[in-house]
């Protein structure tokens, strides 16, 4: 069983998404902390609700590397091995990206490489894209850059409103995210430079075709 640590900053919906996969075993895995840079997140209490361990590690005012430093800290005391961050509000320096290299995935309200930052169901509305979407990906040290294992797309309508719209990005958030953690602590991805590789039976699983 592997030990799941969660990053988040505010609403944890994407959190309580891996959560209600990890309850119903689907995720071989078990949540070994929730972290706030937060304190009135709303997902800190969704986490102490479940009876996770749940903290806040405040980081307004402080220097990257001392904030991160608590956080690799706070992760290794519980034996945390893959981390996921669920809408976490801050880029992570260097040191927390090498301390779990290729074991943090991030989730991002656009289908990568368009409209990376903050804002990305705005931007992908006011640049007037017909479709835009979300993507689950490996962090590296770059904001939004690391190598993509999942994506789904979602179609912009007309009247559609940066709430609308990303109500719509969220649902397909819920569903690729739990898949995506489930695949990397089963071990079925493989990194190539920027590619990321499925193994078959994970590709049988996501539909995709399986790699030659
Ligand atoms: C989600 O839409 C997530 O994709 C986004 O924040 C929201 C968090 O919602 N993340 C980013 O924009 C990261 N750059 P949640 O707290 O309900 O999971």
Request: proline share 7%; aromatic share 4%; with cysteine.
């Amino acid at each position: 069983m592997k030990n799941l640590g969660i990053l988040l900053s505010g609403r944890g919906s994407n959190f309580e998404a891996i959560a209600r996969a990890v309850a119903a075993g689907e995720i071989p895995a078990k949540i070994a902390l929730v972290v706030s840079n937060r304190a009135e997140a709303a997902g800190l209490e969704r986490a102490r609700a479940l009876g996770l361990p749940a903290l806040c590690i405040p980081s307004k005012g402080k220097p990257r590397e001392a904030f991160d430093r608590e956080v690799i800290e706070a992760l290794k005391t519980r034996g945390v091995e893959y981390v996921c961050l669920a809408g976490f509000m801050r880029v992570l320096g260097p040191d927390l990206v090498r301390e779990f290299p290729n074991r943090i995935l991030n989730i991002h309200p656009a289908l990568l490489p368009s409209f990376p930052g903050t804002d990305a169901q705005k931007q992908a509305l006011d640049y007037g894209v017909r479709f835009t979407g979300c993507t689950v990906h490996l962090v590296d040290e770059g904001v939004d850059t690391g190598p993509i294992i999942l994506q789904a797309a979602v179609p912009v309508f007309d009247d559609d409103t940066e709430e609308t719209l990303s109500a719509r990005i969220l649902e397909q958030e819920h569903r690729i995210y739990p898949e995506a953690v489930k695949l990397l602590v089963e071990g079925q991805i493989e990194v190539k430079g920027r590619r990321v590789r499925l193994n078959k039976g994970a590709a049988a699983a996501s539909g995709r075709s399986p790699a030659p």
